[in-house]
């Protein structure tokens, strides 16, 4: 569903990505592995249409996203980093809001927010404010946001990030859930998470991939593996303060 | 146009639900009455026109208009729904076109609300209605004028005091292009076809007709196309995520 060749986005004098490929079929879960700033977003953004790619491509379904930005969109449900969400509106409102820009109206409008009100948990804040919710439930609203159209692709940036155990928990389960209908791509720094609910991990540092299989093909235990092939953004930092 | 009618209901919505409407309406007409009746000595004037009332609005609208419209990109890209917004199968024209008309349509219910001054003119006189409407339709434009460029300027930054900012120096330079102690110094070293082409620049220059009771293609020309123009540099300024 989803295939990146030879991905890269330049700012400024950065390469912030440099030459990613994978392709991402239904039926898998995909777990984005790095540290802060490696490129995780960005690669999402460009997956997403919201960045333009310096060069190479992305096709979500046979539709390029440089070329037909409308139809690859469409199949896309996407989960931005952060969770941003309008908050003076309602969790009802903003649903809404979001089912009638995917082009669902009436009885398919209702029947959408129903689901994903269902399926993210968020019966008891349907009706208070964004603004007003506690940042788990504002990560599900902007979730809830991201399945109203029952996505063929689901892009998840940090989809657990500030959220509590149990909600973790809970996410983790319905990530795994939806991964056998859909084509998952997950961003995240937990390992766990790859083993809880990955059915493969891609680890990329400065903007490269350098390792990618199954959570075992990748060696045990991930975080070591994760260490060994990362290089820590504090890597310079530390030594120049333990002369001092 | 779906989308865009969808995204306009949305950004009228969040008008109301918050403050802002009710403070703009509250403050836009308690000037628009203390520059009619007492700056602009509308019952002195002893004449049944509302020329003391259009005759500011320029002015007004220069500090008011873009205070309504700062907000329209500045806080979506703060607020980080701008990569929402342009995730979604939507043109990021539909997008454009829905912001802008909804702030539009909040300007045009504030005008509306002016309905008392008009009133207040048929009762004590007999002015000419025909010339209203056309001051309301010329008003109307004026607004959409200097909105469309704080859309502009909303759009290139996160920072909506910024936006704000940018915006009253761009409509000033509309206003002052066109105003007379401006142009009269101009007469002492510019030739008079250089004066009337930096005139015609002006908002103020095409106001006049309007105010007058003339609804010429001409004006209502400038008028969509500083609108046209405004919302294609948004296009070019959303460019850049």
């Known amino acids: 569903m989803i295939r990146i060749d030879n991905l890269v986005k330049v700012f400024g004098a950065k390469r912030a990505v440099d030459g990613i490929s994978f392709n991402v079929e239904r039926g898998e879960v995909v777990g984005f592995l790095g540290p802060n700033g490696s490129g995780k977003s960005t690669t999402m953004r460009m997956i997403t249409g919201y960045y333009a790619p310096t060069g190479g491509r992305v096709s979500v379904g046979g539709h390029d996203v440089v070329e037909a930005p409308l139809e690859a969109k469409r199949l896309i449900g996407y989960l931005p980093e952060n969770a941003a969400a309008y908050t003076d509106m309602t969790v009802r409102g903003f649903l809404e809001f979001a089912a009638e820009l995917r082009g669902l109206s009436g009885g398919a409008k209702r029947k959408a927010v129903a689901r994903a009100v269902e399926q993210c948990f968020l019966s008891s804040v349907l009706h208070q404010s964004i603004d007003t919710l ?98 820590p953004d504090t890597g310079i930092a530390i030594p120049d303060t333990v002369k001092k | 146009m779906r989308n865009t009618i969808v995204i306009a209901k949305r950004e009228l919505g969040s008008y109301f639900s918050s403050p802002v409407a009710y403070v703009f309406l509250v403050i836009f007409l308690l000037l628009t009455g203390f520059f009619t009746f007492t700056a602009g000595q509308f019952f002195e004037r002893g004449e049944a026109s509302l020329g003391a009332f259009f005759g500011w609005h320029p002015w007004l609208y220069l500090v008011l208009v873009p205070a309504a419209g700062m907000r329209l990109w500045a806080e979506e890209r703060r607020g980080g729904t701008l990569e929402l917004l342009m995730t979604m199968p939507i043109t990021p024209l539909q997008a454009i076109l829905g912001k802008f008309l909804a702030s539009w349509i909040f300007i045009a219910i504030a005008l509306a609300l002016t309905f008392p001054v008009a009133v207040t003119a048929n009762v004590l006189g007999n002015p000419d209605n025909g010339m209203i409407f056309a001051g309301y339709l010329g008003s109307l434009f004026l607004a959409g004028a200097y909105l469309a460029v704080t859309c502009m300027t909303s759009a290139m930054t996160r920072n909506q005091v910024v936006a704000f900012i940018l915006s009253v120096v761009a409509c000033l330079f509309l206003i002052l292009a066109g105003f007379n102690p401006v142009t009269d110094l101009l007469v002492r070293w510019a030739s008079p076809a250089f004066i009337d082409t930096v005139a015609a620049f002006s908002v103020v220059t095409h106001f006049d007709g309007f105010q007058k009771g003339v609804i010429d293609s001409r004006d209502l020309a400038y008028f969509l196309s500083v609108i046209g123009f405004s919302l294609f540099a948004t296009s070019l300024a959303l460019r850049n995520r």
């Not at chain 1, 891609?202 to 235990?221: F, H, M, N, W």
């Open chain 1, 134 to 231: 506690s940042k788990g439930y504002r990560h599900r609203t902007c979730l809830a946001q991201a399945l109203i159209h029952d996505p063929e692709v689901l892009v998840l940036d940090e989809p657990t990030d500030g959220l509590d155990p149990n909600q973790k928990h809970e996410v983790r389960n319905l990530i795994k859930e939806l991964g056998r209908t859909k084509a998952v791509v997950f961003s995240t720094h937990i390992l766990e998470e790859v083993d809880a609910s990955c059915t493969r991990a891609i680890i990329i540092d400065r903007g490269r991939i350098v390792a990618q299989g199954t959570p075992d093909e990748l060696g045990r235990p991930l975080e070591e593996v994760f260490r060994r092939l990362t290089i």
